[in-house]
């Protein structure tokens, strides 16, 4: 599903240049649940982004679903972006003025879905996610734990080949974050690939697979025995 080589980055800040990413490789199957591990400015939100096709590596290869994502105009890689990949972030961006049903519905919009469709197809992730009675409310009326659930049938509902997530549990208490972490697993269980950035240990070990970033290089890439989050919830 993602296949990458020797990818770099740096971040160029005025004469100086700050290099993040220093050579990754690894390779995410289809139905994998992976976490990127890290502390904090070890670059793991810099390759989630590049995996997500929100920003460019200096050099190296990337295939997403064996389409090798190089050299495409903008316009391009927003058609792919919008066709292969969801994204889940730590602060939900979610558009405040919009109800839950909206927020969902509105990248179906941007994939010329059409309006009956959209909402039949926003209402059924909403309930995916257990928020159908909560459609019509606008997100500050939501916690924040069910604010990010809408996020992730937003991100799900436009059926992604994968769903990235950057630290989604990072601005939820720890009950909040295991509910969080039980929907995704259910989402995974159903086949889905998902990447997720955390400096959770707890959280990572809810995942299939731990990838350990250290000074811009995979330190460690371990298959675990996930923790089921379910029994915390
Ligand atoms: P993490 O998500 O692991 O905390 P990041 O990928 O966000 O790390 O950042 C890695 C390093 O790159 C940090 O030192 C950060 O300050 C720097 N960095 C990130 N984004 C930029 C940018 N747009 N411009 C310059 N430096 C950046
Ligand atoms: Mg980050």
């Known amino acids: 599903m993602i296949e990458i080589k020797d990818l770099h980055k740096s971040y160029k800040m005025g004469s100086n240049s ?25 670059g793991k939100s810099t390759l989630l982004n590049i995996l997500g096709m929100l920003d460019v590596a200096d050099s190296g290869e990337y295939n997403l679903d064996n389409v ?23 602060s939900f961006n979610l558009i405040n003025y919009k109800t839950a049903l909206e927020n969902v ?14 909402q039949e197809k926003a209402l059924k992730y909403l309930d995916q996610v257990g928020l159908k009675e909560w459609a019509e409310h606008l997100p500050n009326e939501l916690s924040g734990g069910q604010k990010q659930r809408v996020a992730i049938a937003r991100a799900m509902a436009a059926e992604p080949k994968v ?28 086949g889905n690939t998902i990447l997720i950035v955390t400096h959770e240990q707890d959280i990572a070990n809810m995942c ?26």
């Open 18 to 42: 700050l290099h993040v990413l220093k050579g990754i490789n690894f390779t995410v199957d289809e139905g994998e649940l992976v976490a990127i591990m890290g502390s904090s400015g070890s």
């Open 68 to 90: 090798p994502i190089k050299n495409m105009n903008e316009t391009k890689a927003a058609q792919y972006r919008n066709k292969f990949l969801g994204f889940v972030f730590q």
């Open 105 to 118: 519905a509105l990248p179906l919009y941007y994939q010329r879905v059409g309006r009956k469709e959209r």
């Open 163 to 190: 769903l990235l997530a950057d630290e989604p549990t990072g601005a939820l208490d720890s009950t909040t974050s295991y509910e969080v972490m039980d929907l995704i697993q259910k989402i995974n269980d159903q």
């Open 208 to 233: 299939k697979r731990i990838v350990h970033l250290k000074d811009g290089v995979i330190i460690e890439d371990k298959k675990i025995k996930q923790v089921r989050a379910q029994q915390y919830v």
